[in-house]
């Protein structure tokens, strides 16, 4: 089985300003994806940034990347650039990848980090 | 494209009594998920759900959850008897197919279930 972890359960940074968010997973599987998705108080989960382990390149998305650590089995989120509308709390997941058309498997998720962006 | 829908928002009942939750895919998606998340956690897999057959159902609690997703379509989630433990934000995902496996998951508002 998988698991996820997310050792911060809070953090703050100030607008403009750049914060790390940890994650570290256990598996035995060889090829899998792993996601950072954002849930903002009261309002639906959407994904922010998706990594494929077979990739040795850090997936980015505009102020978004990550840092990759395969061997480590780590997987931290770094914002740029920190606005207010990125306060939320940040959800690090695991999905084992399938070779079958059309399918897809469930997401792991750790218990998440609340992200706090200060004036 | 209109997101997952779920219904309703919030829902409040009392212990021993029984509930339903409802969730419309994003369409053409043929996979669609329930979650659970309970504060101050992450969601966990209740079911999943292909088509209309199930994927994966071996964390949800047989003996008083039954979810169904009828046409391979819209699909509603219960809680028969509910119990204190069951306080948690339900939350439908769907992801699409085709030919390219893998794709994220899209997900809905949720519904917030109090038990008093």
């Known amino acids: 089985a998988q698991t996820v972890t997310q050792s911060q359960p809070e953090m703050s940074v100030q607008e403009a300003e750049t914060v790390t968010l940890s994650c570290t997973y256990d598996?035995?599987?060889?090829?899998?994806?792993l996601f950072w998705y954002k849930q903002p108080p009261s309002r639906q989960m959407i994904l922010v940034i998706r990594q494929e382990a077979y990739k040795q390149q850090n997936a980015t998305e505009n102020r978004f990347s990550v840092n990759f650590q395969k061997a480590a089995k780590s997987f931290s989120l770094k914002i740029s650039d920190s606005q207010l509308g990125d306060t939320a709390m940040y959800f690090c997941a695991f999905m084992k990848r399938v070779s079958w058309q059309g399918g897809s498997e469930k997401l792991v998720f750790g218990k998440g980090t609340k992200l706090t962006v200060n004036p | 494209e209109a997101g997952v829908a779920q219904s309703p928002r919030y829902k409040i009942i009392e212990k021993r009594q029984s509930v339903a939750f409802w969730c419309n895919p994003i369409?053409?998606?043929?996979?669609l998920y329930w979650y659970q998340q309970i504060l101050g956690q992450g969601p966990k897999l209740l079911i999943q759900?292909?088509?209309?057959?199930?994927?994966?159902d071996s964390q949800l609690p047989k003996d008083r959850f039954s979810a169904e997703r009828l046409k391979g379509v819209d699909s509603t989630l219960k809680i028969q008897p509910a119990k204190l433990e069951d306080s948690a934000v339900y939350l439908c995902a769907s992801s699409p197919t085709g030919r390219v496996p893998n794709q994220p998951q899209h997900f809905g508002d949720g519904t917030r279930l109090s038990i008093l």
């Open positions: 369409s053409g998606h043929a996979t």
């Open positions: 598996t035995s599987e060889n090829n899998y994806y």
């Open positions: 759900f292909q088509n209309n057959g199930v994927v994966d």
